[in-house]
């Protein structure tokens, strides 16, 4: 028989201890809510009643159940109030003195059998448990952002945790209607073990104005389908919060770089750029606290003003190439208005892109989204040739050969040959430097990145990348086409990965890492991801979509870039690839996919 919690303390009041107060409350649970001070308590209450107040506004949360979910909290400043609950959850600052202070404190006025937890991201649950008389009655119960609406919850058990304890907790989290994953003890657990180094390296993006902060949000939520980005997420945990998460992974988890707080991260701190709770962080909101996001100095220009921003007009776009993404390029430029030049290398190889292009068109109309008039006027706008020369009177190239150094270099000193002057040179290259390709031309001025992602007709995002040689008027011109495509155009630097892929795939190379280390299982990662973060598939579900050998190539490609120790290639990805378990494509990768 599991142990019957009927009121249980909560310890802090903040981002995440109201959050908690809340899901105890819902699910019948008595709650003692204690802070520091007066103050303290009466901004966690207003907290707990904002989010309540939204909960009934949005239908989700009755009237009458709000009023007895706040009938079963208690307030009261200080420990002392915490004699006789079932279970104490401490959610305060992330220093580990503190904790210890608390814990100590919550050890003498507890009962004996009350057990006590810490809802602590990064610190060692150990070092706060040895802090009482009691380890073996403490634990990690670790909520996520915000605690009501997120479904995971991280037990941690110690090696002194009794089995009971662990139990116990396990069916309670079942009660609150969340899903839990045990774990030991260590830095960053699961979720911000794989989550921490990728927000940093984000914030790291910002810092060097490698791309704005709106650009590299829209990315990974664009591109990854994330819901939300990464520096708006920053705000939402806190910048306080993380900075100290950061700071005790770096620490507690083998000194890796790439979780050592970058230094803007510390600055914002100091000047009391927290993120929401403060009001301002790397958004500025509407007023602390709030989800609103209000226009600043930082905010861009409205779409239309930075479209007329030194973009030249264009009507005529060539697409050169036969592959995935020409086809689909080809498609997406048609169906926009432009008229299109494809070129490959043969009539038959053009016959076949036109046949896949009428194909998709097709499978549009049969959907219902897409009118035959314009289908028809789309393929109308398409004309095919197996001639560079047909380029020479296009506003825009867009090549998407294969993704080979020599062979773009050798097709742009040609188009560099036959374009007339002014055209924008766009390659679609994922892995490869922008200003090689732009060298082999006498107008690297002119050459900028057009990312697209595959499938190019239905993702929303395009990556534009201008080299240290692409022109203002380029960048523009590459933006405006983007907008006028109906895609959301984020610009970056040159640099291995973009955005996006620089971002996603270290963090994949971890969670390999993390399952090379025997840490967790895959459902287990999988899992903490989705219902921690909100991602829409784990990153062994990812992994087997993307294909392992792609996900090497990249990640290898970060690695000789940036020789960062920690962006090395986990050597089970390696050997899977080797062994031709490449994921969906050959029914089995992390996972075996040959019943599916
Ligand atoms: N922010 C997140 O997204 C997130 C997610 C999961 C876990 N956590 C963890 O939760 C814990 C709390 O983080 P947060 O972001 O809610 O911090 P926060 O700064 O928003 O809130 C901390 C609260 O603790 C109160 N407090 C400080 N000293 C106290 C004391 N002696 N007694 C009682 N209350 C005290 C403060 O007044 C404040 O209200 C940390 O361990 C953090 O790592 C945070």
Redesign the pocket.
Known sequence: MAREFSTVGV?????????IVEVFARNGIDVLA????ES?LE??RATLTGSTDRAVAKGKLAEADRDALHERVRFAV??DALHSVDLVI?????HLD??Q??FAELDRVCRPDTILA??????SVTEISVATTRPNQVIGI????P?PVMKLVEVVRTVVTAPEVVADVEALCARLGKVDVTINDRAGFIA?ALLFGYLNHAVAMVESHYATREDIDAAMKLGCGLPMGPLALMD???L???Y??LDTMYRRGGRDRRHAPVPLLKQMVTAGL?GR?SGRGFYTYQRPGSPVVVPDEATPPAAEAALADGARALTKVGVVGSGTMATGIIEVFAKAGFEVVSVTRGAEKSAAVCEAVKTSLNKGVVRGRLAEADRDAALGRISWSATLDHLADVDLVVEAVVEELSVKKALFASLDEICKPGVVLATTTSSLPVIDVAMATQRPADVVGLHFFNPAPVMPLVEVVRTIRTSPEATATARAVCAALGKAGVVCGDRSGFIVNALLFPYLNDAVKMLEASYSTADDIDHAMKLGCGYPMGPFELLDVVGLDVALAIQRELYLELREPGFAPAPLLEHLVTAGYLGRKTRRGFRDHSHR
């Open positions: 310890v802090g009041l903040g981002t995440m201890g109201a959050g204690v802070e520091i001070s303290a901004r966690g200080g420990l401490e959610a305060v600052p992330e503190l904790k202070r608390i810490t809802n602590t991201s990064s610190l670790h909520f996520f952002n605690a911000n939402l945990i806190g306080d919060t993380a100290e998460i927290l709770k």
